[in-house]
């Protein structure tokens, strides 16, 4: 099996959104689920806004839950998450669009651009850049929104 249909892009980043609604929603921050699957399918990690600290964000999480012997099979990887990877943040200095081209994940599939509350987040624009495939599922946008209510858009 391969992640490049649209089938399993669309379960993996619903998983995503799920975890979304893990986080504890706090006034200042989105709540982002994020998962990472090899090409094969195998889900290697997944995470969430304040996971493991209130500062981490989904993606983050999710690289920080691999093991070294996943760690290996992200040069094939997707990562999914529910929110447009961020390009700029207060709470720590490396963007998880850092995070993404440090690791060489070749894929990113997203459903929400992020809104631009806090900050102008340019992630997949700086993903696509870097030479990273970013798929966006524009009608799952609302799902990934629903864990977002408590934040005015």
Not at 13 to 27: D, G, M, R, Y
Not at 85 to 102: D, F
């Amino acid at each position: 099996m391969t992640t490049t249909n649209t089938v399993d892009n669309r379960r993996y980043l619903e998983e995503a959104i799920a975890l979304a609604s893990k986080c504890t929603p706090k006034p200042t921050s989105f709540c982002v689920g994020a998962i990472i699957v090899d090409a094969d399918g195998t889900v290697l990690a997944g995470g969430y806004s304040g996971m493991h600290d209130p500062h981490d964000h989904a993606e983050e999480a999710a690289l920080n839950e691999l093991d070294d012997t996943s760690r290996a099979r992200l040069a094939t990887a997707t990562l999914y998450t529910s929110l447009e990877p961020c390009s700029k943040r207060a709470s720590r200095p490396v963007t998880c669009t850092e995070h993404i081209l440090r690791t060489g994940i070749p894929r990113v599939v997203f459903a929400l651009s992020e809104p631009d509350l806090f900050v102008d987040c340019v992630g997949a624009e700086t993903l696509r850049a870097a030479g990273v495939e970013v798929i966006q599922f524009e009608d799952l946008a609302e799902a990934a929104w629903g864990a977002n209510r408590h934040l005015q858009r």
